[in-house]
């Protein structure tokens, strides 16, 4: 299942039953879109969504929405491809109890950049979601990283998709 997959239907060619899910905020007219394409997609929202079977791999790229909306359709033993972009991969990480890092997939050679566009496929995180006691050691070892960051979980807040009021 990849939720919140916009116009992406990447995962089709290599997957051969995957599930598009999408509530089209910002994408309007792409369920349709991989629908005509032949493609299985449901418009709705993904705290909507109720499967009636768990599936056995997640696609979260760039989802836009908690990982935890879509994990709870992750079948026991199930597979999830994350990025970073906006945070899933490291939510993941954060559950060890639920979740074992697996591995990387590293993008280093993309297209448009004169490389050839290979993934490179490792079993090594080390390195990869070591914590951070403070925000403010976050903003001294990776400042561009931490703007990002910190502009992505305010405007997630303003949409009430996230509870950014500081813990105790
Ligand atoms: C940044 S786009 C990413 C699209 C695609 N995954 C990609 O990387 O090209 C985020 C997508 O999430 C969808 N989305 C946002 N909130 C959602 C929700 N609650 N349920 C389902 N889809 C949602 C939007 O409609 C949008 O298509």
New binding site residues.
Partial sequence: M???????ASPARVFPNVTF???????EG?VQLLQEAGLKAIK????EYHPAEEHDLLIL?????PAE?ATCHLSTGGYIIANDYHGSASQLAQKPDQFLLFGSIDLVNMPGQNKDGKAIISRNIEGLFEQVSSPEEFRRLRPDAFEFKAGLINSMAERGIIDASPSD
Wanted: hydrophobic share 30%; net charge negative; proline share 8%.
């Fill in positions: 990849y939720p919140s997959c916009g116009f992406d899910v999408d509530a089209e905020k910002g994408n792409c709705t929202d993904i705290r790229l760039n989802p836009a929405i909306w």
